[in-house]
């Protein structure tokens, strides 16, 4: 995906860069189709379900700080759906195990932070409890599974430092290793546990088309799935999406070359993909260094473990195949009940909605 450099480039190096870099592209790719276009979903996250009754997974924190708020209770929640108040009739915090899937990012300009990421994520396992499960995949222009579902640590830490060691001269194809992550993810084998996906990565990725997959995707399978498919796949999963960001100078330096020429768009060194999948599940994204990667990863597994499961049996039945809007907020006493509240600092990140 990403060449390797040496040094971060000042800004007329990032210029020159960016011009031999578009000058092989030429030479190598040729003309080129854009990304597919933004599919309906982009705009209204949402997850579809088959059951009369609906689960909402939610966190809430401090946004001044960032500290969890874990001494919440069902009274302190009111939840509407499409307008119309709903009765929450299950209520959990911190009792469901979770089936983690840790995805780890092969691609150059993670594999100077790559053994970080794996060291933290062997001390993470020894934190989980017993119950949880984990899996891990790598990824580049397509995932690998080192290790299915496990509550074996011994395992799974193997796996974690197998995959600490290896690398891929594959770009990122983030919409097919979704689709892939997902697909696994779905297959947790402890009941009613909470699925989550934690990427391991320095959160760029490539544009998905033919031109790319002939020359940064050679492992890559015949058939792509878009960004639409992979969306669509999520939202009927329940899956939750998360992701650990560390950026190494490589990253830095070629996103700084690819914002310096104006044919960036036959490149890629994209920002942001994950975070948006994250946020249309309300999963956390957290950023970190090489010196505070283990804690950061240690708060992401808090913040996944931390949510609440809020569920209620929907008030009115409604045509199969329609939107409806989900709003879950506290309830004006409980910012009475709890006086160290300010409601102007307190975010409840969940979905925002389901189709019937």
């Known amino acids: ?3 390797e450099l040496k040094e971060a480039p000042g800004p007329s190096k990032q210029l ?12 190598n790719w040729g003309s080129g189709v854009a990304q ?8 209204a996250p949402v997850i579809r379900v088959t059951s009369e009754f609906v689960l909402v997974d939610a966190l809430v924190e401090n946004k001044k700080n960032g500290a969890l708020i874990g001494s919440l209770g069902p009274n302190d929640f009111q939840l509407s759906e499409d307008g119309m108040p709903q009765t929450i009739t299950y209520f959990s915090h911190d009792q469901l195990p979770l089936s983690v899937v840790f995805l780890f990012d092969l691609t150059m300009t993670v594999r100077p932070v790559l053994k970080p990421l794996a060291e933290a994520a062997s001390e993470i396992l020894g934190h989980l409890k017993p119950q949880d499960e984990v899996a891990i995949m790598v990824f580049s222009s397509h995932t690998e599974l080192l290790q299915d579902f496990t509550t074996d640590r011994s395992l799974a830490a193997a796996a974690v430092e197998k995959a600490s060691g290896m690398k891929s001269g594959d770009g990122t194809f983030i919409h097919e290793d979704m689709y892939e992550a997902v697909e696994q993810a779905t297959k947790s084998t402890v009941p009613q546990s909470r699925r989550v996906l934690v990427w391991l990565t320095d959160g760029t990725a490539n544009l998905q088309n033919s031109l790319a997959q002939k020359t940064m995707g050679k492992g890559a399978p015949a058939y792509l799935h878009t960004k639409a498919e992979a969306t669509d796949k999520l939202l009927r999963s329940g899956v939750a999406v998360s992701a650990l960001i560390e950026k190494s100078g490589e990253t830095d330096a070629v996103v700084a070359a690819m914002d310096a020429t104006p044919f960036a768009f036959f490149a890629g060194a994209r920002v942001g993909d994950v975070n948006r999948y994250a946020e249309q599940t309300g999963g956390p994204v957290l950023h970190t260094s090489r010196k505070e990667v283990a804690v950061r990863l240690g708060l992401l597994i808090d913040e996944l473990r931390n949510r609440y499961t809020l569920g209620y049996k929907p008030a009115t039945s409604k045509p199969p ?35 019937r």
């Open 36 to 43: 597919s276009s933004r599919s309906a979903t982009d705009d």
């Open 321 to 355: 195949g329609t939107f409806c809007k989900v709003q879950l907020e506290l309830r004006p006493e409980a910012y009475r009940d709890h006086p160290d509240f300010k409601q102007r600092d307190i975010l409840v990140r969940t979905k925002r909605g389901y189709y």
């Open 1 to 3: 995906m990403r060449p």
């Open 16 to 27: 020159r860069l960016g011009a031999v870099l578009f000058l092989l592209l030429l030479l």
